[in-house]
C-alpha cells in the first residue's frame, strides 16, 4: 500500500523557520513527482511546491515562493519543505502529495500536518 | 493564471437523489489535467476524478465526469450518505507547472 507519512509541523513564531518531511513507502518514490499543498482552517485547497523527479525542476505558488524550499532525497525516500520567513497567513494544515503521472492530478495524499504561526 | 470557478457554493440534497456539480476555467484547458477531489471533515482529500472523465482506482460508478475547453462537471448518481463533503476541481498548466484548484462545493445533507 502506498503510505505517505508526514513529520514535522507545530507552533512557530512570525518569522521563524520549520521544516516539514514526508516519508514515502509503497511505491517508487524517484519516479514520481511530489507536492505540497495547504489548507487553511476552515478554507479550501492550495497547492504551495512541487518538485521533478530527480528534483532538478521545482515550482512554487506566488505566496511562498522565495520563502519556501522543496527538495527531496531518493535514496531515502523523504520529501522535504523549508519554510522561511513564516508569516500568520501560512497557518495551515500542509499535505505530502504524489503526483499521478502525465496527468498533474494528486493521486495520493499524507495525513497533514498543521503549521501554526502565531505569536 | 487559470482560475476554477465551482457552482453552487453549496449544494443541499437528500440520500437518493442526483447531484451536478460545475467547474469553470477562466480559460480553456486541457480535458488531460482536470481533476476531481472529495474531502470529508478532518480527513485528507481523495481523488475521485482525472482526464475529466476516468475514475480513479476504487471509485463507485455512481461519480462519473464530463466536459472540455472551459466547462467542467461531476455528477453524483443516486447520492449515499457517505457522499456528503467537499468537492473540489484542479488542473495545472505551464512550465514549470503551475497547479490550482476550485473554491470547493460543499454536498450537504437536505
Known amino acids: 500500500d502506498v503510505q505517505l507519512v508526514q513529520f514535522g509541523g507545530g507552533l512557530i513564531p512570525p518569522g521563524d523557520s ?22 487553511a482552517p476552515g478554507k479550501g485547497l492550495v497547492w504551495v511546491s512541487a518538485i521533478s523527479t530527480d528534483g532538478s525542476v521545482t515550482s512554487y505558488a506566488d505566496s511562498v515562493r522565495g520563502r519556501f524550499t522543496i527538495s527531496r532525497d531518493n ?5 522535504f519543505m ?19 503521472p502525465t496527468r498533474g492530478n494528486f493521486q495520493h495524499w499524507g495525513q497533514g500536518t498543521l503549521v501554526i504561526v502565531s505569536s | ?36 477531489y472529495q474531502q470529508k471533515p478532518g480527513q485528507a482529500p481523495r481523488l475521485l476524478i482525472y482526464g475529466a472523465s476516468s475514475r480513479a482506482t476504487g471509485i463507485p460508478d455512481r461519480f462519473s465526469g464530463s466536459g472540455s475547453g472551459t466547462d467542467f462537471t461531476l455528477a453524483i448518481s443516486r447520492l449515499e450518505p457517505e457522499d456528503f463533503a467537499v468537492y473540489y476541481c484542479q488542473q495545472h498548466n505551464g512550465s514549470p507547472p503551475m497547479y490550482t484548484f476550485g473554491q470547493g462545493t460543499k454536498l450537504e445533507i437536505k
Open chain 2, 1 to 36: 493564471e487559470i482560475v476554477l470557478t465551482q457552482s453552487p457554493g453549496t449544494l443541499p440534497l437528500s440520500p437518493g437523489e442526483r447531484a451536478t456539480l460545475s467547474c469553470r476555467a477562466s480559460q480553456s484547458i486541457s480535458s488531460h489535467v482536470l481533476a476531481w
Open chain 1, 18 to 39: 520549520l521544516t516539514l518531511s514526508c516519508v514515502a513507502s509503497g511505491f517508487t518514490f524517484s519516479g514520481d513527482w511530489m507536492h505540497w499543498v495547504r489548507q
Open chain 1, 82 to 100: 523549508q519554510m522561511n520567513s513564516l508569516r500568520d497567513e501560512d497557518t495551515a494544515v500542509y499535505y505530502c502529495v504524489r503526483d499521478l
Open chain 1, 75 to 79: 535514496a531515502k525516500n523523504t520529501l
